[in-house]
C-alpha cells in the first residue's frame, strides 16, 4: 500500500518542478522564435496552396464525378463528367426557392407544381440534356407499344373469329403472326423499363451533384445546416434516400400517367370506330364521374410519404449514432438503452407505414371495385350497343366477304372486349397514377425544402428568431468581418452562442471582447469548461456569426485549426497525414512520403507506417490509433501545411508533456504562430499572451505571461503547491495508519 503514497509526492514534486520553470522560461520567451522562421519554406507552401486552389476553384467548368454502376466498376469506377454548379446558376435559382411555408399542406397542389418547376430547373436545365433525350425515346417506345397493343386486340380478334368459322389454315398463319409480334412488344417493354431507370439515374445524378455542390459549398453549409438551422433534421436520409425517390417516383409517373394517356386517346378512337359515338358519350361520362368520386375519397397520400420518409430518417439517424458513438457506448454498457431507442424509432416508422396500409384497404377496395367492376361493366354494355342497337350507335360491325355475321361479331366482340380491358387498365394506372402524384407530392416537398434551407444559407440568410426583442439573432447580424489580415485582432466583438429556434436568441458568453495576436504573439485561452472558449475558434474560423463588432483575420489558407475532437478520415495512412488534402495535392505540389516521414518524426509517430504496412494501407483509422496518437495526427497535419497561424484547441491533453512541449517548440521554431485553447499551466511557456475567460457574466481578462502579475501568481501557486508536499508525510504516515488498520481487521 506504501507504493500509493510514492506518486503523490512525486506529482506534487514535478508539478512544483514544472512550475519553476514556466516561471524561468516564461520571462526568456520572446518574439525571437518567431523571427526563426522558416519563410521561404512556408511562402513556397502557401503559393502551392493558391495554385492548388486555383486547379480546384469552384469556378472551374467541370469537374469528375465518379459513378459506380456496375460490380466492375465498383472496383474501377468510370469518371463522369458533369458540370459543377457554377455560382451565378446557384445565385440564379435562389429566387426560385424561397423559403418554405410550414403551415402549408402538403398535397397535390399549386405549390407542389411550384416547387417541381423549380426543381426541374435542376434536372432538366435544358433541351439539350441527355435527360430529354432519353424522355424523347421513351416516347417513342410508349408510342409503339400503345399501337402494338391495338395490333394485338386486333389480333385476337381474327384468332377467335378463325376458332370460331373452324378456317383451320388462317388460324394457324395468325398464330405465326402472334408470336412474330411477340418480339418487338417485347423488346418495347424491356426498352420502356430501362429507359425510366436510366431517366431516374439522370435526375438523381444531377440533384445530388448540385446538393452536394451546395451542401459542402465554402460556406460550410453542412455545418450550418446542424448548428445554425433546426429546419431540417438529417440532411443525410434526404440526401440519399430521399432524393433517390423522388427521382423514381418522377420518372415512373412520367411513364405511368403517359402511357395510359396515350392509350385512353387512341384506343378509345378506335372504339368510336366500332362502338359508335353514344358508346363514347357513355364512356366520357363514366371516365368523369370516377374520377371524381375517387378523387373525394383519395387520402392525402403526399403527406403520408413525407412523414415516412422523415420517420426512416430519424430510423437511419439512430443507427448511424449508434455506429458513430460504438465504442463509448460499448464501454457505458449502454447496449439496452440504445436497443430500446432503436426499437421505440423502428415503432414510430413501422405504426405509421401500418396505418398507411389500413388507410390503403379501403382506398384500393373502392379503386378496384370501379375501376375493374363497373368499368368493364360499362364496358360490356357499350360493346352490346352495335349488336343490339346499331341505330343508336350509328355504326354496325363490317361483315367481311366470305365471314358469317356471327363470326364478324365475335371478332368485333374480341376486339372491343380487350379494347376494353387496355382502356380499364389504363384508366387504373391514371387512378394509380394520382396515388403516385400525391406521393411524389411528399417526396418534392421534402427535397424541396432541403434545397431551399441549402440555398438560404448558402446566401448567408438564417432562420428568423421567433422573438423580436432577442438581443442576438440569427437574422440579425452586425458584426464586420476583415479577410486576409496578418493577424486576428476582435474589436468589440461579442461570442454569442447561435441558438437556432431558441425563443430567448442566442446566449452571450463573452461581453464585447478586444483581442489582438499579431504574427509570432503566442495567444493561450483558458477558463472553466464551457466558458466559450471554443466558441471563439468558433467565431475566427466562421463556422459561428460575429453578431456584432470586428474580426480582422488571415486568408484561410493561412490559419489551420486543430479541433478538440480529433477526425481521422476515409482513406490511406497518407491521407490522414495530409487531411484535408489528397495525394494528388500532395504530389502537384513535389511534397514526398519522405517529408511526411520526417513530420512523423516530429510527432514521435515514425514507427506508424511500418507498423501498419505502408502509407497506401487503408483502415479505419479511428479505431486502430489510440487517443494520443490521434492528437498525433493532428499535429502532423498542421506541420504539413506550415500555416502562419493555427487553432489548437485542447489537441494534445493525450500527449505527454515531454513530447508535447517538443511538437510545440517545433511549431515555433517553424514559424507558426499558435493560438492554443487548453486548461493545462505546463503550455504557458510557449505563449506570450492569456486571454482568461472567467465566465462571470460574459467577462475576460488579458495578461502577457511572464508580467509581474503573472510572476505573483505563480510564486503563489508555488507556495500553496511546497504547502501540498510538506504534507505528503503526514498522508504517509496516515495511509500506513489505515493499511494497519484494514489488516487487522482482515
Ligand atoms: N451549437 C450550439 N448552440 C448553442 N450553444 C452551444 C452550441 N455549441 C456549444 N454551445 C454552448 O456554448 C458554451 C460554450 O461552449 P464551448 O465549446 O466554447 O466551451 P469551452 O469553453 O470550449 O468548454 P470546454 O473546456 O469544456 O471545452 C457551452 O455552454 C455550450 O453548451
Redesign the pocket.
Known amino acids: 500500500m506504501q507504493t500509493f503514497s510514492k506518486p503523490v509526492a512525486e506529482t506534487v514534486a514535478s508539478a512544483l518542478a514544472q512550475r519553476k520553470a514556466q516561471l524561468a522560461s516564461a520571462a526568456v520567451v520572446s518574439f525571437a522564435g518567431a523571427l526563426l522562421v522558416n519563410s521561404r519554406r512556408r511562402q513556397a507552401a502557401a503559393d502551392q496552396k493558391k495554385n492548388d486552389l486555383h486547379l480546384h476553384s469552384r469556378n472551374e467548368a467541370v469537374e469528375r464525378v465518379l459513378l459506380p454502376f456496375s460490380q466492375q466498376s465498383i472496383q474501377k469506377p468510370p469518371k463522369t463528367l458533369l458540370a459543377i454548379t457554377s455560382q451565378e446558376t446557384i445565385r440564379q435559382h435562389k429566387r426560385f426557392f424561397k423559403p418554405v411555408d410550414t403551415l402549408q399542406k402538403v398535397g397535390v397542389n399549386k405549390e407542389f407544381i411550384r416547387q417541381l418547376k423549380a426543381i426541374a430547373k435542376i434536372i432538366m436545365p435544358s433541351f439539350k440534356t441527355k435527360e430529354f433525350l432519353l424522355i424523347v425515346l421513351h416516347s417513342i417506345f410508349l408510342v409503339l407499344r400503345t399501337w402494338l397493343s391495338v395490333v394485338v386486340a386486333r389480333l385476337d380478334g381474327r384468332i377467335v373469329k378463325n376458332l370460331v368459322a373452324a378456317n383451320g389454315r388462317a388460324f394457324a398463319l395468325s398464330l405465326v403472326e402472334w408470336f412474330a409480334i411477340a418480339i418487338p412488344a417485347t423488346y418495347t417493354n424491356s426498352m420502356i423499363r430501362y429507359l425510366q431507370s436510366k431517366l431516374s439515374i439522370g435526375f438523381r445524378t444531377r440533384l445530388t451533384r448540385y446538393v452536394h455542390d451546395l451542401y459542402l459549398d465554402d460556406k460550410n453549409a453542412f455545418y450550418r445546416i446542424?448548428?445554425?438551422d433546426n429546419r431540417i433534421q438529417g440532411a443525410d436520409q434526404f440526401i440519399t434516400t430521399d432524393i433517390a425517390k423522388f427521382c423514381d417516383t418522377l420518372a415512373s409517373l412520367y411513364s405511368n400517367l403517359a402511357k395510359p394517356l396515350l392509350d385512353t386517346v387512341i384506343f378509345n378512337y378506335q372504339l368510336t370506330k366500332s362502338i359508335g359515338m353514344a358508346g363514347m358519350v357513355g364512356l366520357f361520362v363514366n371516365y368523369m364521374v370516377t374520377a371524381r368520386l375517387l378523387r373525394a375519397v383519395t387520402p392525402s397520400f403526399g403527406k403520408l410519404a413525407a412523414i415516412e420518409a422523415k420517420l426512416e430518417g430519424d430510423f437511419r439517424g439512430a443507427h448511424t449514432r449508434l455506429i458513430t458513438n460504438a465504442e463509448e457506448i460499448a464501454f457505458y454498457n449502454g447496449a439496452d438503452l440504445e436497443h430500446s431507442i432503436l426499437e421505440k424509432t423502428y415503432m414510430r416508422l413501422i405504426k405509421h407505414i401500418n396505418s398507411i396500409y389500413k388507410i390503403r384497404i379501403t382506398y384500393n377496395m373502392f379503386e378496384d371495385f370501379l375501376i375493374k367492376y363497373v368499368w368493364s361493366a360499362f364496358g360490356l354494355g357499350m360493346c352490346a350497343i352495335p349488336v343490339f342497337l346499331p341505330e343508336w350507335a350509328g355504326t354496325v360491325i363490317p361483315v367481311k366477304a366470305g365471314d358469317s355475321p356471327e363470326s364478324s361479331r365475335t371478332r368485333g366482340f374480341i376486339t372491343n372486349k380487350r379494347l376494353m380491358i387496355s382502356l380499364s387498365d389504363a384508366g387504373g394506372r391514371m387512378m394509380y397514377s394520382y396515388k403516385e402524384l400525391a406521393e411524389l407530392a411528399g417526396y418534392t416537398s421534402r427535397v424541396y425544402n432541403l434545397l431551399s434551407v441549402l440555398h438560404s444559407l448558402h446566401a448567408n440568410e438564417f432562420q428568423s428568431s421567433e422573438n423580436p426583442d432577442a438581443q442576438y439573432s440569427l437574422d440579425n447580424i452586425q458584426g464586420k468581418i476583415i479577410a486576409n489580415y496578418n493577424g486576428i485582432e476582435f474589436k468589440q466583438a461579442p461570442?454569442v452562442?447561435?441558438?437556432?429556434g431558441?425563443e430567448r436568441g442566442?446566449?452571450m458568453?463573452v461581453k464585447d471582447l478586444n483581442v489582438s495576436v499579431k504574427p509570432g504573439e503566442h495567444l493561450l485561452i483558458t477558463?472553466?469548461?464551457?466558458?466559450?472558449?471554443?466558441?471563439?475558434?468558433?467565431v475566427i474560423s466562421g463556422l459561428?456569426p460575429l453578431f456584432s463588432g470586428c474580426l480582422a483575420k488571415p486568408g484561410t489558407d493561412d490559419i489551420f485549426y486543430i479541433p478538440?475532437r480529433p477526425y481521422l478520415s476515409i482513406g490511406s495512412l497518407r491521407d490522414q497525414v495530409i487531411y484535408p488534402h489528397s495525394h494528388e495535392d500532395m504530389l502537384r505540389e513535389g511534397r514526398t512520403d519522405k517529408e511526411l516521414l520526417e513530420i512523423l518524426n516530429v510527432v514521435h509517430l515514425a514507427y506508424i507506417p511500418d507498423r501498419e504496412g505502408g502509407w497506401e494501407t487503408k483502415k479505419e483509422w479511428k479505431d486502430v490509433f489510440s487517443g494520443g496518437e490521434k492528437q498525433r495526427i493532428g499535429m502532423a497535419r498542421m506541420f504539413y501545411h506550415q500555416p502562419k497561424f493555427a487553432v489548437l484547441?485542447?489537441c494534445t491533453s493525450a500527449v505527454s508533456t515531454d513530447v508535447e512541449g517538443l511538437m510545440y517548440n517545433h511549431a515555433k521554431d517553424t514559424g507558426i504562430t499558435l493560438i492554443t485553447?487548453s486548461?493545462r499551466p505546463a503550455l504557458f511557456r510557449y505563449h506570450q499572451h492569456l486571454l482568461r475567460?472567467t465566465g462571470d457574466h460574459g467577462a475576460w481578462e488579458m495578461e502577457t505571461i511572464g508580467t509581474k502579475e503573472q510572476q505573483l501568481s505563480l510564486e503563489k501557486e508555488i507556495q500553496a503547491l511546497q504547502g501540498q508536499l510538506k504534507e505528503v508525510e503526514t498522508m504517509r504516515t496516515r495511509l500506513q495508519a489505515i493499511d494497519t488498520e484494514l489488516s487487522l481487521k482482515v
Open positions: 446542424i448548428n445554425l461570442i452562442t447561435p441558438a437556432p431558441n442566442g446566449e458568453l477558463g472553466p469548461n464551457g466558458v466559450g472558449k471554443t466558441a471563439v475558434a468558433r459561428w478538440q484547441d485542447e485553447i486548461h475567460l
